[in-house]
Structure formats: C-alpha cells, structure tokens
C-alpha cells in the first residue's frame, strides 16, 4: 500500500465507530466599540507602530513626509496616491529580485482591512499592495489605511478576505522575545511601521 | 550543527541533573513568571468585553470536528491544494518525509535550505537528515539560529533558547557566526537589541540568495487548500516568500476544516503563546500565486504516530494541540527542570503526554517515564486555549505504562498495593495489620520505598492505632 493509502486507512481505523458532525459552538462577538477607528489607532500604535490619521486631501502630503529626504521607495501598481520618484514595481513587465528590494530603504501599501481589537492590518496583495515581497524587504512600511476598512474584531475580518489570495496579517512593526522575553522591535521585517490612517 | 535527543534519559535523571543547574532555574523562573503576567493581562482583557471560556469552547470545536472526520478532510485537502497548484507528498513517518523533502531539495540542486521554526521539522530531525545529504539547513528563528549556532538543543515550544541568558547568547554568537556566514560585529553587545540586529545582518544574505525554503504550518484549511503560518520575526514571511521552491511538511492534526474556523484559533493562539493580542505577522497562503512568491509548492502530510494518537480514546484530543505552549509556562515541574529533561522537542505537560501518544507507552523507558513529571495539579488543563485535559490523559497513559510492563518481575509499588487489597478487604485483616504499622515504616524506610523516600518523607508512625485509642477512650469519651 502507498504512504496515502495506509495513512487514510489508519485514520479510518482509528476513528472506527466515532461520529463525524461534531457540532462545533459559535465564537463569541465582543460587544460593541463605541468607537471603532479609534480603538484600531490604539491597539496599532500598542505595538509600537506610528499611527497618524489624517483627512483624505492631506494623505499625499503625509506620505511624502513619512518618507525620509532622499530614501529610495518602492510602489506597488495600483497605489492610490501618486509619488513621485518612488519606483513602481512591475512597471514595464520588470519585476524586483530579492536584491534589488533590498537596495530600498521604504515601500508605501495600501491594505484590505484593519481590525481593531487586535489592531491588526491584513494586506491581500491587490492592487495598491503589491506582491508580498514588496512590503517585506525594505526596512520602513508606511501603509494607508481608511477608516471604512476597520472592522471591529477577527471574526467581521474573515468573510471579507478571498482565501485563494496569500494573505499577510501585520501586528506592529516585526519583533522578538526570544532573549529573556524581552521585547525587541525589529528584526527580519520592516523595523518601522508607520500607518495612515485616512478619515473620509 | 544541532543535538539531537537520541538517547536521553528517563526524566527522574534528567530532570534530577537539571535541579542542579542554578543559571537554567533562575532563567526559567524568570521567563515563565514573565510569559504568565502577560497572558493573563490579556484572558482578563477578553472577558472584559467578550467571553474566554465560550472562545476556548469555539477553539477546541473546531479542531475537535476536525479530528472526528480526519479522512475526509484529509482527502478534502489534497484535492484543494493540488487545485491550488500545490504538490501533495504523504510520509508515514520520519524517514520518508525526510526523503522526500531532501530529494526535492537536491532536484533544484541547492546545497542549502532557509527554515522557518517549525516543531514538526525538528520531531522528524531534518536538518540533521539533509546535513547527511550535504544541504545546510539554516534556522532563521532568532531563537532556532541562537540553539543552532550553540550546538544545543531547544527547551520551549514558542522560546526554545528560554535557557540561555544574554551574556551566554552573545558569547555564542561572537564565537560561532562567522564559521557559516557573515560573522557578529566585534563591538556586539548583550543588549537584546543589539543581539536582533546582528542576527538581522548575519541572516539576511541567506534569505536573498536562498532558493528552497522549509516550514511547517499552524493550520491547514481543508474546503480552501490554505497553509497558514503565525509568525513575529519576519524571518518566515522572508522564508514563505522569497525562495522559488516552497516545502511545507504538515502534521496531518493540523487540519482545520473550513476558513471560517480560523476565527477563534487566530484569536486563542498569540493571547496563549506570547501574550500578544495578535503575533506580529501571520501568512496565509493557497498553494501558488502566480507573480507571486514561491512558484513551486510542496505539502507533505506527515502521520509519524499521530494516527496511533488518534486511535487512543482518552489521548484523541492532544492532537488537537496547536502549540501555544500556554503550558509550560504554568507548569511547576516545568518551570523547575526547563525543558531538556523531557527528551523531546515537544517538552512540558503536553510532552508529557504528545510523546507516549505518538511513540506508544511502553516503547522505551525514557518515553514511560514521562507521564509520571506532573503533579497532577491540572494548571496546564485551566490554560490550555483547545480545553486539552492533560491530567487525564496523563492518568490514562500511566495505566498504560503499568500494562505495557505487566508480567515480569513486579515492581515495589506493586506489591505494596498488592498487600494494601488484601488489608484493606478485611476489617479484621485491618486491625491486625495495623499492629504492624511502626515496623512497616521503619522497614519501608530502610528497603522498600527508598525510591518514594530519597525525595519525600514517610510520615511518622502514630503512637496507637486508631482502634486502639477508640477501645482505650471509649471513642473519646474517656
């Protein structure tokens, strides 16, 4: 018998005369926040992430000033807000190897939905958020965020995300506990996460 | 190159050489006291506007319904992740996944694979399995790469270097980074910090050039053919991401039938394992993305003796464990011996029990010991996000022990039970025995219990039996 078939047929033995259709109890809701966007921008900055919220005519201008003068960034296709200077990847068929992003010091995404009791951002790599490899190299993460993307908690999330896209949910900037459990901002990831967050 | 836990001892010995180790129990106290506080702070904080009981019920459903219907959503999960582009290996046990995983890597003709920290990785010993083929298999984990780069081997689930201080991990680092890689600057320091940032620099030229990466998954979602990997670095997104080849070697527990069942796991497993009320970065992916991270994509579902868990009624539900490590860090046997005692990457109470489950009790001394490192107090039950009550099984499993060793010369405990039936069936039998009390002691001192006594003490023999003094004070009367 092939590994498939003696591993299923094992399973099978195991579980012989134990019912499959276990009802499973519905997730608890948290009760309602009285105010939403707010509490994402609290549990984001928790992490020691910079959150700045700023009205929809002014996001251009805050995203330049995000940047530091002189820093090389990376765009993805589709972004919202037009940088100039910044290099857009893709453009022109020509697509960034490892290195190539590694010689950028920021990128500027958008994102698909900001939960706020976990102050998480979940990016789907759509337009305006670019391949995962984009918002992963550079050191300095500025992601724009609007207000009617925030959802309360993980489970208002889900059913807005399509699971045949890759998915990368960020919680503050990258980190470690592994020494002491000592926290340390920075590690492998973006070591600045600097989030818009955009009022209509 | 890493150690292996081949050959160690039984915990009573293990776990006896590692009481006598002041720096690992002063590291511990101070890693788990810490971990403790913050999940605390944060079950406290979900009752405060939701409710962590209904959330640990929500949890351990869905792995539950899970488990009761492996086959079917195991062939559910096949069958969407090769729709997804995805290549399906099954491995009955170590050896095969190992081969499978090193024939893939040397068909790219790589010497050399990125990893992220994955437990079901180090059960099956891959990197010492690819060493022999001649790849490297790099952990990029901070803590994996400060257990690598040491020679050592990891002592906790979520912190496997929880043992080493900073000064130890700077020594480490100085004197071993520069052997396979870009070495640590000399002005390295002992601040945490520091410490990242040099890993940061020394990691960074392997994700870049790597062309085959190695992971687990925390879950794999069986109606939609989606792996899923929580995460803090960074240094699994770079490892997901960047490579062109993908491997994924999956426990066939991790399974999670639907989606939607992420829900209460993704919110139990960062409030459990760091105290976070989410981990910093979680990837999810569906098989392969076109234009989009690694264009080639290996799953291998792995039994390894997760089936014969499975086939234990009372030991089913361990499987639904999904590596929070919530119990070491209650635990008091734990927190005392630190992980290395338990002889398995899996250590702790569930080690205590994840171990016989996988392996069979009765394989091998050190394996049958296990169930016996626990007090029984059910701090790791009160914990655990999936409601795994390890004090039962723990209890079930020594059962097992004893009937796996039946026959055979009998052990001290048992016969001393042996004569406490007959005693005890019998009120005259009782009387008469209890005569004895003071000699038994005294015998049971010297002979044997020497085992129970070497750590505890005998209580002392009362001065008259019980029916002594009721015959002598008319039931206290006199």
Same mark, same amino acid.
């Given at each position: 018998m092939n590994a498939r078939d003696e591993i299923l047929s094992r399973v099978r033995r195991a579980l012989d005369g134990v019912e499959p259709g276990y009802a499973v109890p519905p997730a608890p809701r948290i009760a309602p926040l009285a105010d939403v966007v707010g509490h994402f921008a609290e549990r984001v900055a928790d992490y020691k992430a910079i959150v700045e919220r700023c009205p929809a005519d002014e996001l251009a201008a805050r995203v330049a000033a995000a940047l530091p003068e002189g820093a090389r960034v990376v765009v993805p296709a589709g972004l919202s807000v037009d940088l100039p200077g910044a290099d857009e990847d893709g453009a022109g068929g020509r697509v960034f190897d490892a290195y190539e992003l590694d010689a950028y010091d920021a990128v500027v995404t958008e994102a698909r939905v900001g939960i706020a009791e976990t102050g998480t951002i979940v990016l789907d790599h759509g337009p305006g958020q670019g391949r995962r490899a984009i918002s992963l190299v550079p050191d300095l993460h500025v992601c724009i965020v609007r207000a009617d993307q925030v959802v309360p908690d993980v489970p208002d999330a889900m059913p807005l995300l399509d699971p045949a896209r890759p998915h990368t949910w960020i919680s503050g900037p990258s980190a470690t506990s592994d020494i002491e459990l000592d926290r340390v901002e920075g590690v492998h990831g973006p070591r600045t996460l600097h989030v818009l967050l955009v009022d209509p | 190159m890493t150690g292996?836990? !081949?050959?160690?001892?039984?915990?009573?010995?293990?776990?006896?050489?590692?009481?006598?180790?002041?720096? *690992?129990?002063?590291? *511990?106290?101070?890693?788990?006291?810490?971990?403790?506080?913050k999940r605390q702070r944060l079950v406290d904080e979900v009752n405060e506007n939701s409710d962590w009981e209904e959330l640990r019920l929500a949890g351990a459903g869905v792995k539950e319904a899970a488990l009761r219907d492996l086959g079917t959503q195991l062939e559910l999960l096949e069958s969407t992740l090769t729709?997804?582009?995805?290549? !399906?290996?099954?491995?009955?046990?170590?050896a095969e996944a190992n081969a499978i995983v090193a024939s893939i890597a040397k068909g790219h003709g790589v010497d050399e694979v990125v990893k992220v920290k994955s437990m079901v990785t180090q059960e099956i010993g891959l990197n010492e399995a690819l060493e022999a083929e001649g790849i490297a298999a790099w952990e990029t984990d901070l803590a994996e790469l400060i257990v690598q780069l040491g020679h050592d081997l990891p002592s906790h689930i979520l912190v496997p270097a929880i043992h080493r201080n900073r000064s130890e991990i700077r020594e480490i680092f100085l004197t071993e980074m520069g052997a396979v890689g870009r070495p640590a600057p000399d002005d390295l320091t002992d601040e945490p910090a520091v410490l990242a940032a040099a890993a940061r620099a020394h990691l960074r030229e392997k994700f870049l050039r790597a062309k085959v990466g190695v992971s687990g998954a925390n879950f794999a979602v069986a109606d939609t053919g989606t792996l899923v990997v929580v995460e803090s670095e960074g240094n699994g997104r770079m490892c997901l991401t960047l490579p062109e080849v993908l491997i994924s070697v999956v426990g066939i527990e991790k399974v999670v039938p639907t989606w939607d069942g992420l829900d209460p796991l993704l919110r139990l497993l960062p409030r459990s394992s760091t105290g976070e009320r989410m981990n910093p970065y979680t990837s999810t992916w569906s098989g392969v993305t076109p234009g989009d991270g690694p264009q080639e994509v290996h799953v291998v579902l792995l039994d390894n003796g997760r089936t014969n868990a499975l086939a234990d009624e009372v030991g089913r539900q361990a499987l639904r464990c999904i590596r929070c490590s919530a119990c070491l860090n209650v635990c008091p046997v734990y927190e005392r011996t630190g992980g290395h005692a338990y002889g398995s990457v899996y250590p702790g109470p569930i080690g205590a029990i994840l171990n016989p489950l996988l392996k069979g009790p009765g394989s091998d001394e050190q394996v049958d010991s296990l169930p016996y490192a626990s007090s029984l107090c059910g701090a790791c039950f009160e914990v655990c996000p999936v409601l795994i009550d390890i004090p039962s099984v723990l209890v079930d499993l020594r059962?097992?022990?004893?009937?796996?060793?039946?026959?055979?010369?009998?052990?001290?405990?048992? *016969?001393?039970?042996k004569g406490a039936a007959v005693a005890l069936s019998d009120s005259r039998k009782l009387a008469f025995g209890e005569r004895f009390t003071k000699i038994g002691l005294r *015998?049971?001192?010297?002979?044997?219990?020497?085992?129970?006594?070497?750590?505890?003490?005998?209580?002392?023999?009362?001065r008259e039996s019980f029916r002594t003094w009721w015959k002598r004070t008319d039931g206290g009367r006199r």
């Amino acid at each position: 018998m092939n590994a498939r078939d003696e591993i299923l047929s094992r399973v099978r033995r195991a579980l012989d005369g134990v019912e499959p259709g276990y009802a499973v109890p519905p997730a608890p809701r948290i009760a309602p926040l009285a105010d939403v966007v707010g509490h994402f921008a609290e549990r984001v900055a928790d992490y020691k992430a910079i959150v700045e919220r700023c009205p929809a005519d002014e996001l251009a201008a805050r995203v330049a000033a995000a940047l530091p003068e002189g820093a090389r960034v990376v765009v993805p296709a589709g972004l919202s807000v037009d940088l100039p200077g910044a290099d857009e990847d893709g453009a022109g068929g020509r697509v960034f190897d490892a290195y190539e992003l590694d010689a950028y010091d920021a990128v500027v995404t958008e994102a698909r939905v900001g939960i706020a009791e976990t102050g998480t951002i979940v990016l789907d790599h759509g337009p305006g958020q670019g391949r995962r490899a984009i918002s992963l190299v550079p050191d300095l993460h500025v992601c724009i965020v609007r207000a009617d993307q925030v959802v309360p908690d993980v489970p208002d999330a889900m059913p807005l995300l399509d699971p045949a896209r890759p998915h990368t949910w960020i919680s503050g900037p990258s980190a470690t506990s592994d020494i002491e459990l000592d926290r340390v901002e920075g590690v492998h990831g973006p070591r600045t996460l600097h989030v818009l967050l955009v009022d209509p | 190159m890493t150690g292996t836990f !081949v050959g160690m001892p039984a915990f009573p010995k293990a776990a006896h050489e590692a009481l006598g180790n002041a720096q *690992l129990r002063h590291n *511990l106290a101070h890693a788990t006291g810490t971990i403790r506080a913050k999940r605390q702070r944060l079950v406290d904080e979900v009752n405060e506007n939701s409710d962590w009981e209904e959330l640990r019920l929500a949890g351990a459903g869905v792995k539950e319904a899970a488990l009761r219907d492996l086959g079917t959503q195991l062939e559910l999960l096949e069958s969407t992740l090769t729709a997804n582009g995805a290549t !399906v290996h099954w491995a009955r046990d170590a050896a095969e996944a190992n081969a499978i995983v090193a024939s893939i890597a040397k068909g790219h003709g790589v010497d050399e694979v990125v990893k992220v920290k994955s437990m079901v990785t180090q059960e099956i010993g891959l990197n010492e399995a690819l060493e022999a083929e001649g790849i490297a298999a790099w952990e990029t984990d901070l803590a994996e790469l400060i257990v690598q780069l040491g020679h050592d081997l990891p002592s906790h689930i979520l912190v496997p270097a929880i043992h080493r201080n900073r000064s130890e991990i700077r020594e480490i680092f100085l004197t071993e980074m520069g052997a396979v890689g870009r070495p640590a600057p000399d002005d390295l320091t002992d601040e945490p910090a520091v410490l990242a940032a040099a890993a940061r620099a020394h990691l960074r030229e392997k994700f870049l050039r790597a062309k085959v990466g190695v992971s687990g998954a925390n879950f794999a979602v069986a109606d939609t053919g989606t792996l899923v990997v929580v995460e803090s670095e960074g240094n699994g997104r770079m490892c997901l991401t960047l490579p062109e080849v993908l491997i994924s070697v999956v426990g066939i527990e991790k399974v999670v039938p639907t989606w939607d069942g992420l829900d209460p796991l993704l919110r139990l497993l960062p409030r459990s394992s760091t105290g976070e009320r989410m981990n910093p970065y979680t990837s999810t992916w569906s098989g392969v993305t076109p234009g989009d991270g690694p264009q080639e994509v290996h799953v291998v579902l792995l039994d390894n003796g997760r089936t014969n868990a499975l086939a234990d009624e009372v030991g089913r539900q361990a499987l639904r464990c999904i590596r929070c490590s919530a119990c070491l860090n209650v635990c008091p046997v734990y927190e005392r011996t630190g992980g290395h005692a338990y002889g398995s990457v899996y250590p702790g109470p569930i080690g205590a029990i994840l171990n016989p489950l996988l392996k069979g009790p009765g394989s091998d001394e050190q394996v049958d010991s296990l169930p016996y490192a626990s007090s029984l107090c059910g701090a790791c039950f009160e914990v655990c996000p999936v409601l795994i009550d390890i004090p039962s099984v723990l209890v079930d499993l020594r059962a097992q022990v004893v009937d796996a060793h039946r026959g055979g010369v009998p052990k001290v405990e048992a *016969l001393a039970f042996k004569g406490a039936a007959v005693a005890l069936s019998d009120s005259r039998k009782l009387a008469f025995g209890e005569r004895f009390t003071k000699i038994g002691l005294r *015998l049971a001192r010297r002979v044997g219990a020497s085992k129970w006594t070497s750590a505890r003490d005998l209580p002392p023999a009362p001065r008259e039996s019980f029916r002594t003094w009721w015959k002598r004070t008319d039931g206290g009367r006199r």
